[in-house]
């Protein structure tokens, strides 16, 4: 039997040191059919010239004229994708060579499953191991989405132990349906969108320790002042709950699940923009009662929060 076309995009922007070495971990998985499709951001880095090198007959090249938020050029690069699943990886970042055929091997013997994931590893810009992260559990297993995504946005430390955008595999059709990847201001957690939003009350998600996902950490990362990325995580933290209400489907009636969620988004906010909440005065417990409000189907009265601080 034919094995499932698997569409990798990988969007990239003047990094062809790193492309090089995630464009290897794609060629050296031990599956046979797989869609490489890199999008070129408009990069000055010489990755245009360099790329024809590095690639087979079956990789699609994207070159955009100028650069466009991270989240277009995403999305842009899916609607040349063809494969039955896709995943988005980043031109700094690695994946173990098994990856791809345990994600696939897990997502064709349950259609419930909807969301796949590895153990991340975090790396430097000279591929030397910085943390290895304990693993969810000691074994592969899927887990139904409301109970597995309650823990997760519970938890005060899964989030260091898993990747929810770069390297998360799905389904590709649902990843369509779900909106994909949308832009927010200061690309402000638009990868849950997706995560969430293909789950349901019905479907699964998947976890391999033995999958890894290799997270680089570099100085060619893009830094902000302060002041100015605060300001654009805080509003693309509005916009975040705008696209994740549509999204939530019938998990919305899950106070639990939203009640994880909020806080979770809230805290990571709070965690990344110490300066600009102080200055502003921001209150976290009135932003929760306002995304509970504006997420709650029966407008119920929000839980009482704890642990909300931003220090």
Do not use: C
Not at 219 to 226: D, F, G, V
Not at 249 to 262: E, F, K, P, T, W
């Amino acid at each position: 039997m034919a094995l499932p076309l698997v569409s990798i995009i990988i969007p990239t922007l003047n990094r062809i040191e790193l492309l090089i070495q995630t464009i290897r971990s794609v060629s050296l998985q031990n599956y046979a059919n797989i869609e490489l499709i890199i999008s070129d951001n408009a990069s000055r880095d010489g990755t245009k010239n360099a790329i024809p090198h590095l690639i087979d007959a079956k990789t699609k090249i994207i070159r955009r004229p100028f650069t466009l938020p991270l989240e277009v050029n995403v999305m842009e690069a899916a609607k040349e994708a063809r494969g039955k699943y896709i995943m988005i990886l980043s031109d700094d970042d690695l994946i173990s060579s098994d990856y791809v055929s345990t994600m696939v091997g897990a997502f064709e013997s349950d259609e419930k499953i909807q969301v796949g994931l590895g153990r991340r590893i975090l790396i430097d810009g000279n591929t030397n191991i910085l943390y290895r992260s304990d693993p969810l559990s000691d074994s592969s297993h899927s887990e139904f989405s409301e109970k597995w995504m309650t823990q997760y946005f519970q938890s005060q430390n899964a989030h260091n132990q898993i990747n929810t955008i770069f390297s998360t595999f799905y389904r590709r059709s649902e990843w369509i349906n779900s909106g994909g990847q949308p832009p927010l201001s200061g690309s402000f957690f638009a990868d849950t969108i997706p995560f969430v939003g293909v789950s349901s009350t019905r479907s699964k998600v998947f976890y391999s320790p033995d999958a890894l996902f290799l997270y680089r950490v570099h100085q060619k990362q893009e830094i902000q002042q302060p002041s100015l990325a605060g300001r654009q995580k805080f509003l693309g933290m509005f916009q975040f709950f705008q696209h994740l209400k549509p999204a939530m489907g019938d998990l919305s009636y899950s106070d639990g699940l939203r009640a994880a969620i909020i806080k979770y988004i809230i805290s990571m906010f709070l965690g990344s923009s110490h300066e600009f909440t102080k200055d502003e005065a921001i209150n976290p417990y009135v932003l929760y009662d306002t995304f509970w409000d504006y997420l709650s189907p029966n407008r119920t009265s929000s839980p009482n929060p704890t642990g909300l601080s931003d220090k």
